[in-house]
């Protein structure tokens, strides 16, 4: 009988005994509704392989996709104070941080990074989404500060990844200051003359729009991103009226003028690479040709 218990029935329960399946293997793509399987779309850079559909892309997926071999340096961010408001809603504001903290193992919602896209050194500095909804207070704009600022030290082009629900409420007016802060910023990378990029992804709002995300020399977007300030909702409730189809989204703020290009995924680092060096060329495009003088 020990024999049948011990040996025989844990052998049948183990061949009859069911597997069990991690929730994560499979992932809906939101454009066409059709399931991907994980190990795709971590290939095509979670671009989904059905309908071309943009998915979100962690920021160090994507700076491993920027830059030349996947090889980039980070650099220390300015501390700062954590809860300066001692702000409190359903959660404390301090419980919230270190809850993301402990999940996502960084410090807050965003990374600057520097090394070289096509040779060409570039420092670049992106908002991580899964922070806070990638939320911009003080600390994210003391990363932007100090991404404008290694900029024009190295003499390096600057790429701003913008992916945030806008400035941080639980740090008030002290977040909505950083609107100001990373505007002067960025124009000190103008001033010497530095090309200033905007990669715009899903999504761009709030005051980040309405501050630095704007204010690129060229703005680029990836396809369906959503760029605006105020929700969608919000606005057909303020004005009483439908908004048109595609509102806000990436290919509609083309058509208007908002954006200089829409860009594909898998064309994005040929395509940055294009124009920072066109923008860091300081010769002439060809060999400059003597015209005769006509009375020679």
């Known amino acids: 009988m020990n024999w049948l218990t011990n040996y025989i029935r844990p052998k049948i329960q183990k061949l009859v005994k069911s597997k ?61 104070p954590d809860d300066p408001l001692r702000f409190k809603d359903l959660k404390s504001y301090a419980g919230r941080l270190k809850e993301s903290r402990a999940r996502l193992g960084e410090q807050d919602g965003i990374i ?70 990373t505007t002067v910023a960025v124009d000190k990378v103008k001033e010497k003359g530095l090309p200033y990029l905007v990669l715009l992804t899903d999504p761009t709002t709030g005051g980040v729009t309405a501050s630095f995300a704007m204010l690129g020399d060229i703005q680029i977007a990836e396809p369906g991103a959503v760029i605006g300030f105020a929700g969608a909702r919000v606005i057909e409730n303020t004005i009483r009226e439908k908004l048109p189809e595609g509102f806000q989204r990436a290919e509609y703020l083309e058509e208007h003028g908002m954006v200089d290009m829409v860009v594909h995924r898998h064309q994005l680092r040929d395509m940055l690479i294009r124009i920072f060096s066109i923008l860091r060329n300081k010769g002439p495009a060809g060999e400059v040709l003597m015209l005769a003088r006509a009375d020679a």
């Open 20 to 80: 069990d399946v991690p929730d994560n293997l499979w992932q809906k793509c939101p454009a066409c509704g059709q399931m991907v399987f994980h190990r795709d779309l971590e290939k095509n850079w979670n671009v989904c392989t059905h309908c071309n559909g943009h998915l979100r892309l962690s920021i160090k997926s994507r700076l491993a996709m920027l830059f030349d071999e996947g090889l980039y340096q980070r650099i220390e961010l300015p501390k700062t």
């Open 112 to 181: 600057v990074a520097h090394g070289r896209m096509g040779g060409m050194n570039v420092v670049v500095a992106g908002f991580d989404f899964d922070f806070m909804g990638g939320s911009m207070g003080v600390a994210v704009g003391e990363g932007i500060v100090a991404a404008a600022e290694l900029a024009v030290i190295q003499d390096s082009p600057l790429l701003l990844i913008p992916a945030s629900g806008g400035a941080r409420m639980q740090e008030g007016i002290l977040s909505l200051m950083q609107m100001a802060r």
